[in-house]
């Protein structure tokens, strides 16, 4: 169920382990839409409280780990929710897990904690984002080679990385993250029920919460 609220009247709400999905309006994010079929063209994971850090102003906000494209930086890099809201061109969601998934994450808490800070400052890899977005040949015995993304970690994407982020949480297993998509991520059956559009028109997300992600980008 979507309802639509400010950020900063819900940000107390918002946990380490949920995610925020993007909608642009960029080219880029033009082409994604189209050869995915859905709103979401990007995703990034909350890391931290507000309790944790501070902006520059004193302001409590959340931070969450990217890897993205942004103000003359690529790769993986840590940004204020707050301003990545503030100055996004597009729809925002937040996408709250559910009770189980969070007591995943608790349980596995110092796994995804180093295993995204080790990623941080690696490359942004927009390729596999293609591959991972066109999925013609992957089943095709000889030409799957052409679309279909091998696990490969030393670069990443967005969803890439969100999913090997849960899967190092405990809320995913067995899942090929580089054929994980921003609208698969949206997709898979991890989050609560209300999920909340922080930027744009309203605009509820296809699919949202439908999908066990067991397996998911595997070929076979």
């Known amino acids: 169920m979507l309802s639509q609220q400010h950020y900063h009247d819900i940000k107390h ?15 880029f994010s033009r082409w994604t839409k189209f050869t995915t079929r859905a709103q979401v063209t990007h995703t990034a994971l909350v890391v931290d409280t507000p309790a944790i850090h501070s902006t520059e102003q004193g302001r ?5 780990i ?6 003359g930086k690529k790769g ?9 809201v503030k100055h996004y061109q597009g729809d925002v ?9 969070k007591a995943q994450l608790q349980d596995n808490w110092q796994h995804f904690h180093d295993f995204l800070h080790q990623q941080h400052g690696k490359g942004y890899d927009v390729w596999q ?11 095709h015995r000889w030409f799957n080679w052409l679309t279909y993304n091998r696990k490969k970690l030393n670069q990443w994407f967005c969803s890439e990385l969100v999913a090997e982020g849960l899967r190092y949480a405990g ?4 899942v090929n993250p580089s054929e994980t998509t921003p609208k698969d991520i949206c997709q898979f059956d991890i989050f609560a029920p209300q999920y909340v559009q922080l930027k744009g028109r309203p605009k509820k997300i296809k699919g949202y919460n439908s999908i066990n992600p067991l397996g998911w980008g595997n070929l076979g």
């Open 66 to 71: 990217e890897a993205t494209s942004i103000k």
């Open 13 to 27: 709400l918002i946990a380490p382990g949920d995610i925020i999905a993007f909608g642009g309006t960029s080219l």
């Open 171 to 174: 809320i995913v297993s067995d």
């Open 93 to 101: 969601w937040w996408l709250p897990l559910h009770n189980n998934a």
């Open 129 to 139: 984002l293609f591959g991972a977005a066109i999925d013609v040949f992957d089943d």
């Open 60 to 64: 409590h906000d959340l931070t969450m």
């Open 76 to 84: 993986v890099m840590y940004n204020y929710v707050s301003e990545r």
